[in-house]
């Protein structure tokens, strides 16, 4: 069964940083292939939105809100996706989740899995 593991999280002062990390990993043995990684957030009473994706090869994309501030990045050896979260803002506020794409067995179907989540706070 795979896991989708989020650690990082916390409070942060407006202008400050915080980094976020993801693990995805398989209960028994180890998973076939990680293609796609990203992170998505959900702030109080809003829907979930996308922030930031990485494909396996490296290519990213960004929520317009996080351009410039935020950094995707990836190791692929330890099936892992960052969050490198720079000069937050208050309304950067949410619950942080992993999401991956992940073929766990040679003969399974390729589908998304999702962390539990993770809380950022931005306040003074």
């Known amino acids: 069964q795979v896991q989708l593991v989020e650690s990082g999280g916390g409070l942060a002062q407006p202008g400050g940083s915080l980094r976020l990390s993801c693990a995805a990993s398989r209960t028994i043995l180890s998973i076939f292939s990680v293609n796609d990684m990203g992170w998505y957030r959900q702030a109080p009473g809003k829907e979930r939105e996308l922030v930031a994706t990485i494909t396996r090869g490296g290519d990213t994309t960004y929520a317009d809100s996080v351009k410039g501030r935020f950094t995707i990045s990836r190791d692929n050896a330890k099936n892992t996706v960052y969050l490198q979260m720079n000069t937050l803002k208050p309304e950067d506020t949410a619950v942080y989740y992993c999401?991956?794409?992940?073929?766990?067995?040679?003969?399974?179907?390729?589908?998304?899995?999702w962390g539990k989540g993770t809380l950022v706070t931005v306040s003074s």
């Open positions: 999401n991956a794409f992940i073929k766990e067995t040679l003969m399974s179907v390729a589908m998304f899995y």
